[in-house]
């Protein structure tokens, strides 16, 4: 009889339970009477077991590559990869089995091993791998996961009948950074951003985020947030791209990363666009929220230009001295007053285009003064020219200079407003020894100047410190070029000096000073402009000519006409108005001696000089 042997399992590993039965023929055989001498026939019993199948062996243990740790986790949105390598003693292809608890794993045959629990604690599976080589698996994280994510792992062949699963999980190699858990890196929130802008050139610029992590793994503080803020839309992800940057945080925070940021000055003036991006300390994961990537709009405020007092100057036509009037009874043009103007929105904006616009310019006498030089109203050809007047009056023109603004990193701008002086404006040079100096010598004029900027912002009204004098100007007309006397007879005079048109001359005050006369004249012949012969028959002498203020009798006349002259205080007034001049009349008169015995038209030269006068008599 044949006895076939039973076998179990124990451990996982399979066993012959040969000792359990035993195989022992001696107590089973047969044991029959024989003749004596013949020998006994042994009956023999064929043996045979099934050996199962075994599960695959952990040659190197599942671990984290790259590893996912508390330094350095995975982001969500990323893989988790594990590597691991097993060996089955039947060489037959395995699974490697990424589990979320730790209960035994399920084999099934020619099939897809599970986690404990089912798919709801896989994280992953890998495809079948062959014996001895390395198994790869990866999931992807995502931003519902935890940020501590324990795992087990198993190796499991797929064999048609008994396949198994090592009974071992493992959860590492033994480096704790690829060991199990495997960690989530959480995108920071980022749900509001402001900065404290509008601000002027020069000041502290602030951006403030409302942003926190969520990630305190192991209840430790280490996940941060840092704000950058760019000039333009192109964060890298670690930094401002080619637009620029304008601020970012210093370090990271726990929450509420700010970052601040120092205007230049100058600094032109606008709404700039100004995009703020948060990252975590964690390889910086950008954050999430309806603030990322927005724009808080940095507004540097505009300010008004300013205009230094020191820098404000009266410059003649020739850019040297004093202001020379040289038009008589005219307008002299080409003066200007020359000043700088400052702002801080530089001189330029971001348009290449000029940031100060315009300019106007009071110009007047220092006694005058700057409240009372202001006004259209106030206008006096004398001593105060106002921008408020109309062009027509004053013709004052303002421009900037096109060399003096170099760019948005230049505050200043030279301008230049260029105008006209009347022939009456009031003279101020001198010291006011000589008596002939004029009224106003211890006064200069002064010019008030004030500038706008492209935003209608203006400077204050600004009197120079320092001012010019203007000079005395000598200029003067006579009224005609020739003085006739008539006819008479020898030994007759005119009787009364200049008692007709002809014989009267006007001198006119063409410039800033009041004038008197210097007087001279030649003796009176037939033959001029040739040499008189000086025979008291044919010649009239100078010294028979007379002149007066008025019309008073000859013999009351003045006879001092001999070169090298005589003065007449005629005392003209200095001329205040710019449409007529003040003048004088000279009254002329002349006696015929008794000598002359030739007949004819005698004639001559006077000449009339205009001199400065006293200034006690110019008003």
């Known amino acids: 009889?044949?006895?076939?042997?039973?076998?179990?399992?124990?451990?996982?590993?399979?066993?012959?339970?040969?000792?359990?039965?035993?195989?022992?023929?001696?107590?089973?055989?047969?044991?029959?009477?024989?003749?004596?001498?013949?020998?006994?026939?042994?009956?023999?019993?064929?043996?045979?077991?099934?050996?199962?199948?075994?599960?695959?062996?952990?040659?190197?243990?599942?671990?984290?590559?790259?590893?996912?740790?508390?330094?350095?986790?995975?982001?969500?949105?990323?893989?988790?990869?594990?590597?691991?390598?097993?060996?089955?003693?039947?060489?037959?292809?395995?699974?490697?089995?990424?589990?979320?608890?730790?209960?035994?794993?399920?084999?099934?045959?020619?099939?897809?091993?599970?986690?404990?629990?089912?798919?709801?604690?896989?994280?992953?599976?890998?495809?079948?791998?062959?014996?001895?080589?390395?198994?790869s698996v990866s999931t992807t994280t995502t931003a519902a996961m935890v940020e501590f994510n324990e795992w087990w792992a198993f190796v499991c062949d797929a064999v048609a009948v008994g396949a198994q699963c090592n009974s071992t999980p493992t959860q590492g190699t033994g480096d704790i950074d690829s060991n199990s858990p495997f960690v989530v890196n959480h995108r920071p929130t980022f749900t509001a951003f402001l900065d404290t802008s509008p601000a002027n050139p020069g000041a502290v610029v602030t951006w403030y985020s409302t942003s926190s992590d969520p990630d305190t793994y192991s209840g430790t503080d280490q996940d941060r947030v840092k704000l950058f803020v760019c000039k333009e839309n192109d964060f890298t992800g670690s930094a401002c791209g080619a637009g620029g940057t304008w601020a970012s945080s210093t370090s990271f925070a726990l929450a509420d990363a700010s970052s601040t940021f120092t205007l230049p000055n100058p600094d032109p003036d606008g709404t700039f666009t100004a995009y703020g991006f948060v990252i975590d300390s964690h390889g910086g994961f950008a954050a999430s929220g309806g603030s990322q990537g927005t724009d808080s709009g940095l507004v540097v405020s505009n300010v008004a230009p300013t205009v230094a007092a020191a820098s404000v100057s009266l410059i003649d036509t020739d850019n040297l001295g004093n202001l020379t009037l040289t038009n008589p009874a005219g307008q002299t043009s080409g003066f200007k007053a020359e000043f700088t103007v400052t702002d801080q929105n530089s001189c330029e904006t971001t348009t290449a285009t000029p940031e100060v616009v315009s300019a106007i310019t009071n110009v007047y006498r220092s006694g005058i003064t700057q409240s009372g030089c202001d006004q259209s109203g106030e206008y006096n050809a004398n001593n105060c020219y106002p921008n408020a007047v109309s062009p027509s009056t004053w013709a004052v023109s303002c421009t900037a200079s096109s060399t003096s603004c170099l760019g948005t990193d230049d505050s200043d701008v030279v301008?230049?407003?260029?105008?006209?002086?009347?022939?009456?404006?009031?003279?101020?040079?001198?010291?006011?020894?000589?008596?002939?100096?004029?009224?106003?010598?211890?006064?200069?004029?002064?010019?008030?100047?004030?500038?706008?900027?492209?935003?209608?912002?203006?400077?204050?009204?600004?009197?120079?410190?320092?001012?010019?004098?203007?000079?005395?100007?000598?200029?003067?007309?006579?009224?005609?070029?020739?003085?006739?006397?008539?006819?008479?007879?020898p030994g007759q005079d005119t009787g009364t000096v200049g008692d007709t048109a002809l014989d009267r001359t006007d001198v006119r005050a063409a410039g800033n000073v009041g004038i008197d006369e210097s007087l001279y004249g030649t003796d009176m012949c037939p033959g001029y402009p040739a040499p008189c012969s000086g025979n008291a028959t044919s010649t009239i002498f100078v010294a028979n000519q007379r002149y007066a203020t008025s019309s008073i009798s000859y013999a009351s006349a003045v006879a001092t006409l001999v070169n090298p002259g005589a003065t007449l205080l005629a005392h003209v007034l200095k001329s205040t108005s710019t449409s007529t001049q003040a003048y004088v009349t000279?009254?002329?008169?002349?006696?015929?001696?008794?000598?002359?015995?030739?007949?004819?038209?005698?004639?001559?030269?006077?000449?009339?000089?205009?001199?400065?006068?006293?200034?006690?008599?110019?008003?």
């Open 1 to 135: 009889m044949t006895l076939r042997n039973t076998n179990t399992t124990i451990g996982g590993k399979l066993t012959i339970a040969a000792a359990i039965l035993g195989m022992c023929f001696i107590a089973l055989g047969l044991v029959a009477d024989t003749p004596r001498g013949h020998v006994a026939q042994a009956n023999s019993a064929t043996t045979s077991v099934t050996v199962l199948n075994t599960p695959p062996q952990w040659t190197v243990n599942a671990f984290e590559v790259p590893a996912s740790s508390s330094s350095t986790p995975t982001n969500a949105g990323s893989l988790v990869t594990w590597n691991a390598t097993a060996t089955d003693s039947s060489s037959d292809s395995y699974y490697l089995l990424i589990c979320k608890t730790n209960g035994a794993a399920t084999p099934v045959d020619s099939g897809i091993p599970s986690c404990a629990g089912g798919l709801a604690n896989r994280w992953a599976i890998s495809s079948l791998t062959t014996s001895g080589t390395m198994a």
């Open 415 to 489: 301008w230049d407003c260029t105008f006209p002086l009347w022939y009456v404006a009031d003279a101020t040079d001198g010291t006011g020894g000589p008596l002939t100096d004029p009224t106003y010598f211890a006064e200069n004029w002064l010019a008030s100047v004030q500038a706008g900027d492209n935003n209608s912002a203006s400077s204050s009204l600004v009197e120079g410190s320092t001012g010019n004098d203007v000079t005395s100007f000598l200029a003067y007309s006579v009224s005609t070029t020739t003085i006739q006397y008539g006819g008479l007879q």
């Open 586 to 619: 000279t009254h002329w008169g002349i006696a015929i001696p008794s000598a002359i015995t030739l007949s004819g038209d005698y004639l001559g030269q006077n000449t009339i000089i205009g001199i400065t006068s006293e200034r006690s008599f110019w008003q």
